[in-house]
């Protein structure tokens, strides 16, 4: 594993917290993965959590598919790319989750760009 996946995770579950708390139109629904007695974890850290791994999971698999079509395109669209991908990469996780619901364009486009901007720093 790549040392640079941790952080993605993390960045990844910071990004989900920060569209959850300041994006109107972005919900999560908060599902219990599993149950420990003794260290109780919120429902909500574990969906933010499994949401970040799939969001670092998926921009891993798929981040050399995006450097081959911005190769291709002029530099000023790579970074609005970039956001449209992430933009499809939430909508086709929301289509597929029953926790992620993203009522609009509006909250998608600024989901995508935190999303964009996180994974592009690390």
Known sequence: MSPSI?????????????????????????????????????????????????FAIANVLLYPVMNIIAALLPLITTPMLMVVLNMA??????LVSPT????????????????GIANTLL
Do not use: C
Not at 10 to 39: D, K, S, T
Not at 89 to 94: F, P, Q, S, T, V
Not at 100 to 114: K, R, V
């Open 6 to 54: 941790p952080f993605k995770i993390l960045a990844n579950v910071g990004v989900l917290w920060v569209a959850l708390r300041y994006v109107p139109g972005f919900h999560i629904v908060p599902i219990e993965f599993f149950q420990l007695e003794a260290l109780p974890i919120d429902p909500l850290i574990q969906t933010l959590v499994a949401g970040g791994i799939a």
């Open 100 to 115: 992620l619901s993203i009522s609009g364009l509006e909250p998608l486009f600024w989901s995508g760009l935190l999303l």
């Open 89 to 94: 990469l939430l909508w086709a996780i929301m």
